[in-house]
């Protein structure tokens, strides 16, 4: 059994790059709402857009496992599919409800213009009780952290919630502008010479743009009758989304990579001013791919996961475990997927390989055996091209996150994506 399934993945993975995955020359990724909020590695639209056209039918209902900043949920609402989305982390969450939920062009020019009165009010003492916290502290100067505070204060007397998730979200965008955060660094660290936005001015513009693009979404809903169509986002960890099982024609997610991003890093401010956390370790240790869970145990469920952990115990036991833990993680989120989707239900999922300590790190083919092994059929695997990739191309050969063009351990990666679409068995 185990030499068929392996057999299978490799006859399944050796294709040509399909360059009508490619989306050269395509519209832009930050068209409607998908470009409110900065967020690393972000599901390219036009992914979810064919996948949806090519593998769904009209009354399936779509979810996205690892729904990040919401690109699944708001392509399923243009294409007039009912969607649900789950992620852990709580900013994910914020920035989604915003993004999925157009809102009236009249009524949200209205209160804009109610929220720049507001903002005239500011005499620059604004002393708020909730910035005590150390690592607020560490990032802002006490301007600029007066100033933040303000707005904070005006957004959250907003009764209606669909204006103050578009205000947050507003917000939350702008913070690391107005910081000592190295502005194009993923890694958290302070720019001694960075020349820190104006918040008041800096919020302004994002509204500016924010207002815009709901407009467009907002338009485009009407005129294919979709504004009604259900969208939702939980807050939920990917191995126990709390969806309803055999609910789900289709899941379109795109995983983590093996330890590249700390997303709990990297969203931590916007976590520590709306008091989604006090204790960054803690948050942390939830996050799928995260390399602080300090696991020990190397056993993994795919052979193909375990002779890359072994590979990897060699030259770094730490680092194995991590991996270890990751694909074990994975497995369980595979089961379930295999749990909310319908029989026959299709799962798509965009997997990146990566490179760490020389070892290659084969996701794509890991999961597609733990697929296997849960009764699905690899149905297609797609390989593409990323012309214009989101995700940086140059990683640290040591640990394989993303590094900068200067590192002295960068390494290139070929800039190509896999598309694993798989059918969950009657």
């Known amino acids: 059994m185990h030499n068929s399934i392996i057999t299978k993945i490799n006859d399944k993975f050796n294709v040509p790059i399909n360059h009508d995955w490619s989306f050269t020359g395509s519209r832009s990724i930050d ?7 900065r967020y690393p590695a972000k599901f390219i639209p036009q992914i979810v857009k064919k996948l949806i056209e090519t593998y769904t039918v009209e009354n399936d209902k779509i979810a996205d496992v690892f729904a990040g ?6 392509e399923s609402k243009v294409h007039g599919r009912d969607s649900v989305g789950v992620d ?9 409800k915003a993004k999925i939920n157009a809102i009236k062009p009249i009524l949200l020019t209205r209160r804009i213009e109610k929220y720049k009165l507001a903002v005239q009010s500011f005499d620059g003492k604004v002393n708020y009780a909730g910035l ?22 005006v957004i959250n007397t907003f009764k209606e919630v669909e204006f103050k998730n578009f205000f947050l ?4 965008n702008i913070l690391k502008n107005c910081s000592r955060w190295l502005q194009r660094g993923t890694k958290p660290q302070i720019d001694p010479d960075k020349i820190i936005a104006d918040p008041f001015k800096a919020m302004e513009l994002q509204l500016k743009k924010m207002l815009k693009k709901n407009n467009d979404y907002y338009t485009q809903l009407q005129s294919d009758n979709n504004l009604n169509v259900k969208c939702n986002i939980k807050l939920a960890d990917a191995r126990h989304t709390k969806i309803k099982g055999g609910s789900i024609g289709a899941i379109i997610t795109s995983p983590p990579y093996v330890t590249s ?9 916007t976590a520590y001013w709306y008091e989604y956390i006090s204790d960054i370790c803690a948050f942390r240790k939830d996050f799928i791919g995260t390399f602080y869970s300090n696991n020990k145990n190397l056993i993994t469920k795919s052979s193909i996961a375990q002779k890359i952990v072994n590979e990897l115990n060699i030259v770094d036991t730490r680092l194995a475990g991590e991996v270890a833990n990751y694909f074990n993680n994975m497995y369980e989120v595979a089961k379930e997927m295999k749990r909310i989707l319908k029989p026959n239900g299709v799962a798509c999922l965009v997997v990146g390989n990566t490179t760490m300590k020389n070892v290659k790190i084969n996701s794509a083919e890991a999961f597609a055996e733990m697929l296997l092994l849960l009764e699905f059929e690899i149905e297609e695997i797609i390989k593409r091209e990323i012309p214009h990739k989101i995700n940086p191309t140059i990683r640290d050969i040591n640990s394989g996150k993303f590094a900068k063009l200067a590192s002295e351990n960068k390494k290139l990666i070929y800039p190509e994506e896999l598309i694993i679409i798989a059918r969950k068995c009657q």
């Not at 068209?31 to 909020?37: A, F, I, K, R």
């Not at 979200?169 to 939350?172: D, K, M, N, P, R």
């Open 261 to 269: 991003y700390e997303y709990a890093d990297i969203h931590q401010l």
């Open 132 to 153: 005590q916290h150390t690592r607020i502290d560490y990032w802002f100067r006490q301007k600029e952290k007066n100033e933040i505070a303000f707005l904070y204060g």
């Open 69 to 74: 900043c919401g690109t699944t949920l708001v």
């Open 88 to 96: 852990i982390n709580p900013v994910a969450q914020l920035i989604t």
């Open 169 to 172: 979200c507003a917000l939350s």
């Open 31 to 37: 068209n409607l709402t998908h470009g409110y909020h």
